[in-house]
T-cell receptor
Framework: QQQVKQSPQSLIVQKGGISIINCAYENTAFDYFPWYQQFPGKGPALLIAIRPDVSEKKEGRFTISFNKSAKQFSLHIMDSQPGDSATYFCAASRPSNTGKLIFGQGTTLQVKP | DAGVIQSPRHEVTEMGQEVTLRCKPI?????LFWYRQTMMRGLELLIYFNNNVPIDDSGMPEDRFSAKMPNASFSTLKIQPSEPRDSAVYFCASLYGAGAANEQFFGPGTRLTVL
């Protein structure tokens, strides 16, 4: 029940296309859902995050869609660019004062020019 | 701010040797996390501290792994004795906050190779 399942494991998209990465969770106590972006040789960095009281959050070309009843959330990258090529991790956490996150397995995105 | 600092960035050692990885969290942050990343297992949480106290070490693979946080500005992850299957990238992350809806800041990682 603590797991976050992420798919696909890898994704290849043409420049200008839409990249979609999906995550599912079981624990209904989760109340914070961030996405982290990791470039090769670097540590992950926060990209965008959502709370379950909204169904969508958009920041530039990046959008999180959240479906509370289905216990699923997804990351959409519009107008994908070669510079978006990276590994993306979804995560989830319960209310706490420690900040512990449960990470998905990661999706390696390649955007072809 | 210098961000989370990890050392060394790369470590190559032989099986059976002791390895110590070091982390300096961002000043003022009160939680610190150690992760291990491999292709097979993804990003695994090994242990985390809150206010220098270990909260959950259930992710530590076995007794060969140990972690300490003697003060708010320094933590170590030690592997003794090291084995080839310990080869991975080890990340340290820190955050400040009284709730989970806060950003974890990751260091650049230490790439460990055990021959």
């Amino acid at each position: 029940q603590q797991q976050v399942k992420q798919s696909p494991q890898s994704l290849i998209v043409q420049k200008g296309g839409i990249s979609i990465i999906n995550c599912a969770y079981e624990n209904t106590a989760f109340d914070y859902f961030p996405w982290y972006q990791q470039f090769p040789g670097k540590g992950p960095a926060l990209l965008i995050a959502i709370r379950p009281d909204v169904s969508e959050k958009k920041e530039g070309r990046f959008t999180i869609s959240f479906n509370k009843s289905a216990k699923q959330f997804s990351l959409h990258i519009m107008d994908s660019q070669p510079g978006d090529s990276a590994t993306y991790f979804c995560a989830a956490s319960r209310p706490s004062n420690t900040g512990k996150l449960i990470f998905g397995q990661g999706t390696t995105l390649q955007v072809k020019p | 701010d210098a961000g989370v600092i990890q050392s060394p960035r790369h470590e190559v050692t032989e099986m059976g040797q002791e390895v110590t990885l070091r982390c300096k969290p961002i000043s003022g942050h009160n939680s610190l996390f150690w992760y291990r990343q491999t292709m097979m297992r993804g990003l695994e949480l090994l242990i985390y501290f809150n206010n220098n106290v270990p909260i959950d070490d259930s992710g530590m693979p076995e007794d060969r792994f140990s972690a300490k946080m003697p003060n708010a500005s320094f933590s170590t992850l030690k592997i003794q004795p090291s084995e080839p299957r310990d080869s991975a990238v080890y990340f340290c992350a820190s955050l400040y906050g009284a709730g989970a809806a806060n950003e974890q800041f990751f260091g650049p990682g230490t790439r460990l190779t055990v021959l």
